[in-house]
């Protein structure tokens, strides 16, 4: 039988934490510790998150931004409905006319030249746009032709419609006494064109009276280029009569030499052409 050896199970040999030597020869090799602990650098803190950014502002809540309130000095020729187009003013002249009735009276139709209107406030929107435009002097010149046209034709539309005066507007006419001069026709004048809104001042109208007759309702030019072609200048305003026609006023007498009539009728003239007869200092 062959000899029974030793069997020996083969053991693992765990290696410690350090070298183990091991001799081959005389030689030292050095080995590495397989069970060493390995070293890892200890990770980088993560970067703070950025605070979310707050939120956007609505454009429906930017857009119901307004200005603060400003003021507008009254020029001569000015009418609220106008004054309300150029600025932009909600609610038009009628709430123009609510936050000013103290200074401009019960007539909304007569305001005088040189006083403070206060706006109101003027929506944000409407200023950006203003302030958006390329050129802001060739953009008002068109905005002010477009605002005195429409001024124009409002004013046009008021007297073709204006309506016959009610009972009460009647009373108030005949408790008013004009005196039969020169002072009490400007001044009937000046009542019959603020129902009309026609713009004009006393001052206005009696300067250019001065210098078109001399306060003389039957002054008549036959000598100037208007005689010539059969058409003379007539009245405390010398007017020609197609002018006349053309602008006179309805419930004014149809006479070109009535005095109030041709003040009123001269007056409503000056208004389409020049913005009014305050603005008028020559032959017109």
Known sequence: MPAQGKHRRTRTISLRRGLAAVTTGGAVLALPVIGATSAFAAPAPAAPQAAPAPAAVSAQANSAVQAAPAQHSVKAGETLSKIAREHSVSGGWEKLYEGNRKIVGENPDLIHPGIKLTLGAVSAKASDGKAAKASPSAARGAAADRADRADRADRSERIAAAPVANAATAAEKQAVAYTNDLDGW???????????????????????????????????????????????????????????????????????????????????????????????????
């Open 186 to 284: 400007i001044k009937e004048s000046l009542a019959i064109m603020a129902e009309q809104g026609i713009p004009g001042t006393y001052e206005g109208i009696h300067r250019n009276i001065m210098r078109e007759s001399s306060g003389n309702p039957a002054a008549i030019n036959n000598w100037d280029s208007n005689a010539v072609k059969g058409t003379p200048s007539k009245g405390l305003l010398q007017v020609i009569d197609p002018t006349f026609q053309a602008y006179h006023v309805p419930g004014t007498s149809t006479d070109s030499y009535d005095p109030v009539a041709n003040i009123t009728a001269a007056c409503n003239y000056a208004a389409d052409r020049y913005g009014s007869i305050d603005n008028v200092f020559g032959a017109y």
